[in-house]
């Protein structure tokens, strides 16, 4: 069932909305995983996605909602009357999507859409998660999980696994609770099982208890991705500062996370704001683009400026001119080989910062030993293209002392924006290399002035 | 139980090995979760590593050794004996972890390792999993996996679970198949027990087939991923091309590609060769970096023929040297804009190429948008200024030329790259850069030719 979306499915669909022919449309849907129904949405008109919509069965509407790409589900959400959403939130959908669709809706429907939903469980859980903030664990979160009493014996708790799993079709995980509902620990298939002999043992006697990983309900949600990752687990038990079993996290969630932030970092390195992707119309493109764009420009004329004020040194040696895109492209690249890896580090927790005066020395020797590489090859270029001694000596110091300088600029920014609590990754991208630009103009001209003895 | 490595924690240990004080490590070392003791051994000297290591506890070893970082990982597998890896693999470790191993050490310590593993089973999938590509489905499976006969009763299930299930604690899903072993379906905790008083009943009439999905072996890991994010997989099982199960993939292994995937994306678009982290040696850092740097540098050179070309027209009008960062700059930001919306594109699979024309032209029109702003803007700024009227033209009408240019540029390379197979990330970084400085310095000199009539 490996769907693929071609144009002819799609001109064929077309052509169905086009004439209403409904059923055919319903066929169609019928054999698709919502997932796929969602992907066919996003790449059709709004008005057509939402035809389609409606004519989508109860029971995977729900699903396709959730997958569908942001601006599309605004729009269908639009399309629905609130009795309509709560329809929707009020079959089987997980407590964690239901909050996030209602998050979405204006803050006049959202007051409306609950109070139309039936199931009171889903509406406490909703109310629940909608006050813990988007970041967080209980944000990620979600209420649906299967739990036991460490009192019960296993006879009854087989009777209420089958209760509680009538929502749930994929358990990963049983968890025991005590009579405070707070987690002890967690109940495996296999020790069900083993002991299916004896119905009348408690639970207690059989759980497990070693290595249990639980994560805060206010603990930031890139901290669980991480420890996720760490730990390798699949899911992870959410508690209250009691210890309280209120939720858990199944990694898919934590993916989503983990790639937007990837994604986030990449495009700020690129200098594009974070909301921009290669599909997206030309608008949204331009407004995630020219700030950056101009932010260059603003550090180009920067640059005139400093080229100005050393116009009559620029006469005397118009060679000088030559050099500029060289000094000043290759200070761009070390500074920004240098923030890269100080927010990567940041990122993904590998660069420890209680050691920032040793994290600058490592990062002075490789800049050290790239300058004077690049300084030694660049006056033998120099030498064999006869440039003259004093021009040989001002592009070569320049560049050595350019490159060490762009090496701790690149390194001391993104560490200093971090500790600021500003995200470092401003650091990549067009912001270093502007910065880098100008004061490496400036120690190019210094150093001309200084070899030329003006 | 969570574990937070402190200066003070390390020093201490560092103290116990100085010492000798072996017991002090162990008790030390006994309470620690194996990705703990994993993240202890990477932050202090490998030759401590080592010792240390040696006095992990049978079971813990395998999951502390598959935790270490590569360079670490790679030292302590040199200090210990075939013999004493074979037992490593022996115990309890999961076949594609196992086989990451196996395949990490020197081709001629492989085949005796294997030689000496007793477990006839992990050696014989350790074969098998060896034979398939480190970056297909199979390459990243584990054989690892609970399957049940579709024959079977239920009574006989579960004492064929309890069995299947006693290496494997954490059971995800169970999978059923038919004689040939050809995948069905699978057979939840639910559908278990609601049927668990008639144990007689087969598991034919119980299981589940509908959307199942299933990736074939030889599908690429990065696909794998794509897949198991879109369809919100925690484990997906693997069939060969006769429907027949050979494995599964749990999402963790998943989340391990996507992470690298957008890490090498990151580095490759900030300069960096791959395998580079802020904690490398001073040395590996240098050879991760040093090449891009001087690609940066040879550009730079070129650049310098291209301005020297029109050093004639320079000493006439000296001014125009003031704009030459300004014009590369803002080349350069522009096309790695635009190649990293084509790289996250391909990535993400959002970027549909069936319409590269299409997509060009809308890239067209953000191109023209932005460098209409950016010309007019410059123009205002340059009448401000008084630099005249050649001058005021000649940046402003290069500028748009360059946004214009770089625009197609940077979107048309990854598209070209990615068509004949190579990875589009090369696109960004000092690579686009370094061309764009190049044809937008001549594109700028040849403007200038044109309105200064030269």
Redesign the interface.
């Given at each position: 069932?490996?769907f693929q979306l071609t144009?002819d499915i799609l001109s064929d669909l077309k052509e169905y909305i086009l004439t209403g022919q409904d059923s055919k449309i319903i066929s169609f849907i019928s054999d698709l995983?919502p997932?796929d129904i969602a992907?066919v949405l996003d790449e059709i008109k709004i008005g057509e996605a939402i035809y389609v919509f409606k004519l989508v069965d109860e029971e995977k509407a729900p699903d396709v909602i959730v997958?569908l790409e942001d601006d599309v589900r605004e729009k269908i959400l639009e399309s629905l009357t609130s009795k309509e959403i709560a329809n929707i939130i009020d079959d089987n959908i997980d407590s964690d999507d239901a909050t996030d669709l209602i998050s979405e809706l204006p803050i006049d429907k959202i007051s409306e859409v609950i109070s139309l939903i039936e199931d009171e469980e889903q509406v406490s859980d909703i109310v629940d998660l909608l006050a813990h903030p988007e970041d967080t664990a209980g944000g990620i979160m979600a209420k649906e999980l299967i739990s036991v009493h460490s009192k019960w014996t296993l006879s009854k708790t087989?009777r209420e696994?089958?209760k509680q799993?009538?929502d749930?079709?994929?358990?990963?995980?049983v968890y025991v609770i005590d009579d405070d509902e707070k987690l002890l620990g967690t109940l495996?298939?296999?020790r069900m099982?083993?002991n299916?002999k004896e119905p009348q043992s408690l639970i207690e006697s059989i759980y497990?208890d070693e290595?249990?990983?639980s994560v805060k309900v206010d603990m930031d949600a890139e901290e669980v991705a991480l420890?996720?990752?760490?730990?390798?687990?699949?899911?992870v038990p959410v508690i209250d500062d009691d210890g309280v079993l209120v939720g858990r996290i199944?990694?898919?969630d934590?993916?989503?996370v983990?790639?937007e932030e990837?994604?986030k970092?990449?495009?700020m390195?690129?200098?594009?704001s974070e909301d921009?992707?290669?599909?997206d119309s030309?608008i949204v493109?331009?407004r995630g683009?020219?700030p950056?764009?101009?932010i260059?420009?603003f550090?180009?004329?920067l640059?005139?400026q400093v080229?100005?004020r050393f116009?009559a040194q620029?006469?005397i040696i118009?060679?000088m001119?030559?050099?500029?895109?060289?000094?000043?492209?290759?200070g761009?690249?070390?500074g920004?080989?240098s923030?890269?890896?100080?927010v990567?580090?940041l990122a993904?927790k590998?660069?420890?910062l209680?050691n920032l005066v040793g994290?600058l020395l490592?990062e002075l020797?490789?800049g050290l030993?790239?300058g004077l590489?690049?300084a030694v090859?660049?006056y033998g270029?120099a030498f064999l293209m006869d440039f003259g001694f004093e021009l040989a000596n001002t592009i070569s110091v320049s560049?050595f002392i350019v490159?060490l300088f762009s090496s701790l600029f690149g390194t001391f920014i993104p560490i200093f924006l971090n500790r600021i609590k500003i995200d470092p990754a401003f650091a990549?991208g067009?912001f270093i290399?502007?910065a880098n630009?100008v004061l490496g103009?400036f120690i190019y001209f210094m150093i001309g002035q200084l070899m030329y003895s003006l």
């Amino acid at each position: 069932m490996n769907f693929q979306l071609t144009k002819d499915i799609l001109s064929d669909l077309k052509e169905y909305i086009l004439t209403g022919q409904d059923s055919k449309i319903i066929s169609f849907i019928s054999d698709l995983h919502p997932a796929d129904i969602a992907e066919v949405l996003d790449e059709i008109k709004i008005g057509e996605a939402i035809y389609v919509f409606k004519l989508v069965d109860e029971e995977k509407a729900p699903d396709v909602i959730v997958e569908l790409e942001d601006d599309v589900r605004e729009k269908i959400l639009e399309s629905l009357t609130s009795k309509e959403i709560a329809n929707i939130i009020d079959d089987n959908i997980d407590s964690d999507d239901a909050t996030d669709l209602i998050s979405e809706l204006p803050i006049d429907k959202i007051s409306e859409v609950i109070s139309l939903i039936e199931d009171e469980e889903q509406v406490s859980d909703i109310v629940d998660l909608l006050a813990h903030p988007e970041d967080t664990a209980g944000g990620i979160m979600a209420k649906e999980l299967i739990s036991v009493h460490s009192k019960w014996t296993l006879s009854k708790t087989f009777r209420e696994l089958v209760k509680q799993a009538s929502d749930i079709d994929d358990v990963y995980s049983v968890y025991v609770i005590d009579d405070d509902e707070k987690l002890l620990g967690t109940l495996s298939l296999r020790r069900m099982l083993l002991n299916s002999k004896e119905p009348q043992s408690l639970i207690e006697s059989i759980y497990n208890d070693e290595d249990l990983i639980s994560v805060k309900v206010d603990m930031d949600a890139e901290e669980v991705a991480l420890l996720m990752q760490k730990y390798d687990l699949i899911v992870v038990p959410v508690i209250d500062d009691d210890g309280v079993l209120v939720g858990r996290i199944t990694i898919d969630d934590v993916v989503d996370v983990v790639t937007e932030e990837a994604e986030k970092d990449y495009q700020m390195a690129s200098g594009i704001s974070e909301d921009v992707e290669s599909d997206d119309s030309v608008i949204v493109q331009l407004r995630g683009r020219l700030p950056w764009i101009l932010i260059g420009m603003f550090g180009g004329l920067l640059a005139a400026q400093v080229i100005g004020r050393f116009e009559a040194q620029l006469s005397i040696i118009p060679a000088m001119a030559l050099f500029i895109p060289l000094i000043i492209a290759t200070g761009g690249n070390v500074g920004v080989q240098s923030a890269a890896l100080v927010v990567q580090g940041l990122a993904n927790k590998t660069l420890k910062l209680d050691n920032l005066v040793g994290k600058l020395l490592k990062e002075l020797s490789v800049g050290l030993i790239n300058g004077l590489i690049c300084a030694v090859l660049l006056y033998g270029y120099a030498f064999l293209m006869d440039f003259g001694f004093e021009l040989a000596n001002t592009i070569s110091v320049s560049l050595f002392i350019v490159i060490l300088f762009s090496s701790l600029f690149g390194t001391f920014i993104p560490i200093f924006l971090n500790r600021i609590k500003i995200d470092p990754a401003f650091a990549t991208g067009p912001f270093i290399t502007t910065a880098n630009d100008v004061l490496g103009l400036f120690i190019y001209f210094m150093i001309g002035q200084l070899m030329y003895s003006l």
